[in-house]
């Protein structure tokens, strides 16, 4: 159970008790601030969720690339073995507006319109199904670039890749790799 579950579980204790709804709102918010932090920060790979088909991005410490547990190991989306070293979640999708098919001001998912179209590679999010394509929980995510010669979204996870991919709906950058400081037992120093 996550750590944000348990305190929601105990938000939920705290009013079934005696209505403390005060303090189960003081630690309902502790939680929203955990999960915020938690996305917004690299984590050790040590501790990434090892659930089957379950996307996260994750670094090497000099790229960013999304990966996924598949038979007791780390694959890319061309099943490559790689070995990250931090991981975080992949960002929750954007708030469709259904009658318009537009995200929600205020989120950092963007327009696809206002990418970067000069190969810069950037988060995709594909409303809809669109094919089987770094698909999380239902929803379509993956690491994409805009190839401004043949006008084509393709697969920016591998840098000699431009498999053709279907064209995102939204976008949000990626994270800069995290900054790994060596031990000082490691070398390099002298």
């Known amino acids: 159970m996550k750590l944000s ?20 709102a003081t630690v309902r918010e502790a939680a929203a601030a955990l999960e915020a932090a938690r996305e917004d920060a690299w984590q050790p790979i040590e501790t990434a969720p090892r659930a089957e088909l379950e996307d996260i991005i994750a670094s090497d410490g000099q790229t960013v690339f999304a990966v996924q547990w598949f038979d007791g190991q780390w694959v890319n989306s061309f099943s490559d073995i790689v070995h990250p070293t931090h991981w975080r979640p992949i960002p ?60 084509e979204w393709y697969d920016a996870s591998e840098a000699d890749n431009e498999e053709v991919w279907w064209r995102p709906d939204f976008w949000r950058p990626l994270p800069d790799p995290p900054r790994i400081v060596p031990d000082a037992g490691q070398g390099g120093g002298e």
């Not at 507006?97 to 950037?122: C, F, L, N």
């Open 5 to 24: 579950e348990r305190l929601d579980l105990a938000a939920k204790i705290l009013e079934d008790i005696g209505g403390q709804s005060a303090m189960a």
């Open 92 to 151: 929750a999708p954007p708030s469709i507006d259904q009658s318009r098919g537009k995200g929600v001001q205020g989120e950092a998912w963007q327009p696809i319109e206002t990418a970067p179209q000069d190969g810069t590679a950037v988060i995709g999010f594909w409303s809809g199904s669109r094919g089987a394509v770094g698909i999380v929980n239902g929803t379509n995510y993956g690491i994409t670039a805009f190839n401004p010669e043949s006008g």
